[in-house]
């Protein structure tokens, strides 16, 4: 079956600094992938879904790339700012599939 | 354009009871699906709908039903609550996922306020 990987491990970063959080997929590739932004108490907010025949999206401070040969999707967020202290969790589609399935999200902490 | 609703957004079940968590959306999505989300864990599909009539099992389906009589609601019954389904539930909605049949680019899901239950 599909495995999605995300850092479990909180990531802590100093404000201004770029935070990259990776996602790690196996076995199938995925027809595209989707991030997403996640508050205590609060659903998921969509941030950016970017396709397999794109290496790169940005969206202002954001970017996202996708390496289908490492099956690794990056997340960056530059100029960090406390801010964007949240849960990340990244979710890949298949065109075969009519199901997301999440990652379990990695955990980011910027410090001012 | 209230998005995503679901109600109720607090609820506590005893053991054996069953009830009925709504979730409705305004955006004329087809693509309609239920997450559960455990401390620590992520979110984990329990039932998905991809149009009105229609609905699949996702990882979880134990101890839970769904149905889709209208594009805009999607209820998730359980039916005889354990403490083990003590959880938050999401309700999400996009568009379309699945171009082929859509027609449409995959766009994100909207995910609702959640309900956050307990079972005792």
């Known amino acids: 079956s599909q495995k999605i990987e995300q850092n479990s491990e909180a990531l802590n970063i100093q404000e201004g600094k770029t935070a990259t959080l990776t996602c790690n997929y196996t076995?199938?590739?995925?027809?595209?992938l989707q991030w997403y932004r996640q508050d205590p108490g609060r659903g998921p907010v969509f941030l950016l879904l970017?396709?397999?025949?794109?290496k790169e999206k940005r969206k202002e401070r954001l970017k996202v790339t996708f390496d289908t040969t490492l099956k690794q999707s990056l997340f960056h967020i530059t100029a960090s700012q406390p801010a964007d202290s949240a849960t990340y969790l990244c979710?890949?589609?298949?065109?075969?599939?009519?199901?997301?399935?999440f990652g379990s999200g990695t955990r980011l902490s910027i410090r001012p | 354009n209230a998005g995503v609703t679901q109600t109720p957004k607090f609820q506590v079940l005893k053991t054996g009871q069953s009830m009925t968590l709504q979730c409705a959306q305004d955006?004329?999505?087809?693509?309609m699906s239920w997450y559960r989300q455990d401390p620590g864990m992520g979110l984990r599909l329990i039932h998905y709908?991809?149009?009105?009539?229609?609905?699949d099992q996702g990882e979880v389906p134990n101890g839970y039903n769904v149905s889709r009589s209208t594009t805009e609601d999607f209820p998730l019954r359980l039916l005889s609550a354990a403490p083990s389904q003590t959880s938050v539930y999401f309700c999400?909605?996009?568009?379309?996922?699945?171009?082929?049949?859509?027609?449409?680019?995959?766009?994100?899901?909207?995910f609702g306020s959640g309900t956050r239950l307990t079972v005792v």
């Open positions: 999400a909605s996009s568009y379309g996922i699945y171009p082929q049949l859509t027609g449409k680019d995959p766009g994100g899901y909207t």
């Open positions: 076995n199938y590739s995925p027809a595209y």
């Open positions: 709908s991809v149009g009105a009539g229609i609905t």
């Open positions: 979710a890949p589609g298949y065109s075969s599939a009519s199901k997301i399935i």
């Open positions: 955006m004329n999505h087809e693509y």
């Open positions: 970017i396709r397999e025949n794109e």
